[in-house]
């Protein structure tokens, strides 16, 4: 072999080297690129709306900084036709996750569950409202089947009532879940809630349910004390039982569509509504909020006492005074109403 080709030999193999060098470092860099961790401190959701685009997803995952680098996201996603299989979805991103499990992620549609919360809400508006502010589920979609009575009527409701079929508390539902399969979920939620105990203490009051939940939902609203609450449904359950019209201040303040209120006066309880107790005996035809378990194994604790009224104590701790007779609540009555007066509430 001639120096001319052992030289042309070495830098022939010294190119080969620097090829397989170049190859090798790209191959680390794409490795690191594909499993570098994603740009967050903490797990952020990724949300993609039913119809979304593969630009929209490219936005959501970039608005999040979701993915280490944008355009790997997208080659990835390309070379498995990611873009003809966009599936809805919320996803949870973590701080260890690579581009590559993020795309597999988001094609395999392996979405994460959101904790949907219902809490003290009063009305059908607003229980659609905070659906539609947690899950995909429009607020028009939402209120539309909540104020329809044939769907209503397939759960064993009806628009006035269908609010007692969502028990205060969070549950674990996926994010795109579809309008009916949440009524669904929440009827097993409801069914589960009102186990045989709670059944057959309805049975003992000789209320269903729905009555009870009604009657609970006006003990949530008289007060936040739970010490109190047995005696607040001991009052009520005495003057049903005893034809004596509720008089419930939250029921009025319901009617008004005023919740804020805090002083009842005549020309308010004059407001015509089926809600209004004060003109209409008996319970108002569903509930005026979502109460919660304390309110509602409060009426069905049935304490047995001989309470008709009760009264704001003067002090505005959120406690109440109870009486038996109509004397001695007036009197109650009278100390509320001078502190009311010398604090200027009107």
Same mark, same amino acid.
């Given at each position: 072999m001639t120096v001319t080709q052992t030289r042309k030999r070495t830098i022939l193999l010294r190119r080969l080297l620097a090829a397989v060098a170049t190859l090798l470092l790209l191959a680390a860099l794409c490795f690191v690129a594909l499993w570098k961790p994603a740009p967050v401190s903490e797990p952020v959701r990724v949300n993609i709306p039913h119809g979304s685009t593969f630009e929209a997803v490219i936005d959501s995952v970039e608005r999040h900084h979701a993915a280490s680098s944008i355009p790997l996201f997208r080659a990835i996603a390309r070379c498995i036709s990611y873009p003809e299989h966009i599936k809805s979805g919320s996803y949870v991103v973590t701080p260890d996750m690579g581009v590559l499990r993020l795309v597999f992620k988001l094609y395999r549609g392996n979405q994460d569950p959101v904790r949907l919360t219902i809490g003290n809400l009063r009305t059908v508006d607003r229980l659609a409202a905070s659906i539609a502010s947690q899950l995909e589920l429009s607020y028009d979609t939402m209120l539309c089947i909540l104020r329809s009575d044939s769907i209503c009527a397939q759960y064993g409701f009806t628009p006035a009532t269908i609010i007692a079929l969502f028990p205060k508390n969070s549950y674990e539902v996926y994010w795109n879940i579809p309008p009916r399969q949440l009524l669904h979920r929440m009827q097993r939620e409801y069914g589960n809630f009102w186990d045989d105990r709670r059944l057959s203490r309805c049975s003992a009051i000789h209320l269903t349910p729905v009555e009870v939940t009604t009657l609970a939902s006006i003990v949530e609203e008289e007060t936040n004390q739970d010490d109190e609450k047995?005696?607040?449904?001991? /009052?009520?359950?005495?003057?049903?039982?005893?034809?004596?019209?509720?008089?419930?201040?939250?029921? /009025?303040k319901f009617a008004a569509g005023n919740f804020a209120l805090r002083r009842v006066t005549t020309a308010v309880l004059r407001t015509e509504s089926p809600y209004n107790t004060y003109l209409h005996q008996g319970l108002p035809p569903g509930p005026i909020c979502i109460p919660g378990r304390a309110s509602i194994d409060a009426v069905l604790a049935n304490r047995q006492t001989d309470f008709l009224y009760f009264c704001a104590r003067e002090d505005f701790s959120g406690h109440h005074r109870f009486a038996a007779t109509l004397a001695e609540h007036n009197r109650n009555a009278a100390r509320y109403h001078r502190a009311l007066n010398a604090r200027g509430i009107k």
């Open positions: 047995e005696n607040i449904a001991s /009052v009520y359950l005495n003057r049903l039982r005893r034809g004596i019209p509720l008089q419930a201040d939250p029921t /009025v």
